[in-house]
């Protein structure tokens, strides 16, 4: 039986690869049945010291990969080009250049089976999904999304993509202990799918991988296998 391929996309000052290093676990988890396909963000983030970065997506610390060269997928403040998932706004900044992004790396690297999105990453994922099912975008096809750490943007043009709940299958995994994205903000994701599964777990801004997630990682992939 061949393996899921799964577009996976990073959060805020993340980048393909560091993700990639980040979601190591993840990958050893699920090898037999899922291969992960990972995809960078258009936009570069301007470097901060890290004090000065709380809202830093870290996964889990540094990696080899490294998050060098930190990106993103839309700025919620247009004028410093920079993004906090509480921040309100009118209008956002690249949303449209990242959205291309991914229908080439769809048309490139796919066909894909599903998508799975880290915090900022999630967040773009649950707005993909919606383009696809208003049908504004014919080559994307995902059969599933797993949103880690996911929210619904506070962004006033964003709105649009939470009009009628979504009907591709969807896990909605979050950290009890997540400070970056509490999970009470993930949980107001969740009206934005018709059947969404949760995975909790006790920790924080990370995807989990532990062998406790193995069974419902894998009992949410086997009906697309």
């Given at each position: 039986m061949a393996p899921l391929r799964?577009?996976?996309v990073h959060g805020y000052r993340q980048n393909g690869g560091s993700f990639r290093e980040k979601t190591g676990a993840l990958r050893k988890l699920l090898k037999k049945h899922v291969e992960l396909v990972y995809v960078s963000a258009p936009h570069s983030v301007h470097q901060v010291r890290s004090e000065e970065a709380p809202e830093k997506e870290s996964g889990s610390g540094p990696a080899p990969g490294g998050d060098e060269d930190p990106r993103g997928w839309w700025f919620s403040d247009v004028q410093a080009r920079s993004f906090s998932a509480q921040q309100q706004c009118e209008e956002s900044l690249g949303l449209n250049e990242s959205v291309t992004?991914?229908?080439e790396a769809v048309k490139v690297q796919g066909p894909f089976d599903g998508i799975l999105g880290f915090s900022?990453?999630?967040a773009f994922v649950a707005m993909l999904c919606s383009l696809q099912e208003q049908k504004l975008e014919p080559e994307f096809n995902f059969r599933f999304a797993?949103?880690?750490?996911?929210?619904?943007s506070a962004c006033k043009e964003h709105q649009k993509f939470y009009s009628a709940?979504?009907?591709i299958p969807s896990l909605h995994v979050f950290?009890?202990?997540d400070r970056v994205i509490p999970d009470n903000m993930s949980r107001e994701l969740l009206p934005s799918f018709q059947q969404p599964q949760v995975l909790t777990h006790p920790g924080g801004h990370f995807v989990p991988a532990a062998s406790a997630h193995r069974q419902t990682y894998q009992d949410f992939l086997k009906s697309f296998q």
């Open positions: 799964v577009l996976c992004v991914v229908r900022q990453g999630a797993v949103l880690v750490a996911g929210f619904p709940p979504l009907q950290g009890l202990e």
